[in-house]
């Protein structure tokens, strides 16, 4: 099964034995809410291997889909429910700017209407794997600035629209280097001149 926001891909296999131009396969979808029959969205042949995409269908949104086999005699016994969601739309044109030597500013397009919040996930140029950002970002935010890097890091950044526990595709990657801290100067030291000492105490008048 394959999701997007709009659309969800289905796949199964079916016992050779079944397989005959007298059959066909019927996939019916069930309304997002829970009343109602399912509707029949399809009618294909039937194959040993078989796959259907459902288009123009609502992004973030729960769908349950029966898949049965049929013949001039009736439906199959016992269909294939299954139950699937849309993805959110992902984000789009993330930015990233430094912000100070351990953070940097971000900002993104929210393109969805139904997200629940947002996950930032993180590398280090040299990993190899991104690992999610624990603070948590609400719906409607296109901004956010992440902290606790380490000065000098090169890192790279994409972003995620959230559904509940669903996660949308990602958005661009970025990639930024924060700038290294200077060193301070060590071993300050302080000369004191005496002939300018001299001067000074000269000049106090005692009477």
């Known amino acids: 099964m394959v999701r997007a926001p709009t659309t969800i891909a ?11 131009p007298e059959n066909s396969i ?3 979808r069930k309304p997002p809410s829970t009343a109602g029959d399912p509707e029949t969205v399809a009618t294909i042949p039937s194959v040993t291997s078989g796959s259907y995409t459902n288009t123009e269908l609502t992004e973030g949104t729960n769908y349950t889909f029966r898949v049965l086999a049929r013949n001039i005699l009736g439906d199959s016994a016992t269909p294939v429910t299954l139950a699937s969601s849309t993805r959110p739309f992902a984000p789009t044109s993330l930015a990233a700017t430094v912000d100070t030597f351990t953070s940097v500013n971000l900002t993104w397009v929210d393109n969805s ?11 280090l140029a040299e990993t190899e794997s991104y690992q999610p950002v624990t603070t948590s970002i609400g719906p409607n935010i296109t901004s956010f600035k992440l902290s606790g890097l380490t000065a000098g890091g090169v890192y790279l950044i994409k972003v995620v629209a959230l559904n509940g526990t669903d996660e949308s595709g990602d958005s661009n990657e970025v990639n930024i280097t924060l700038p290294t801290q200077p060193n301070a100067p060590t071993a300050l030291g302080a000369t004191v001149n005496p002939t300018s000492q001299a001067t000074r105490v000269s000049q106090i008048d005692l009477t």
């Open 26 to 28: 019927v996939i019916q």
């Open 10 to 20: 289905l796949t199964w296999s079916l016992d050779p034995s079944s397989v005959s």
């Open 113 to 123: 209407t139904r997200e629940t919040g947002f996950r930032i996930y993180l590398k």
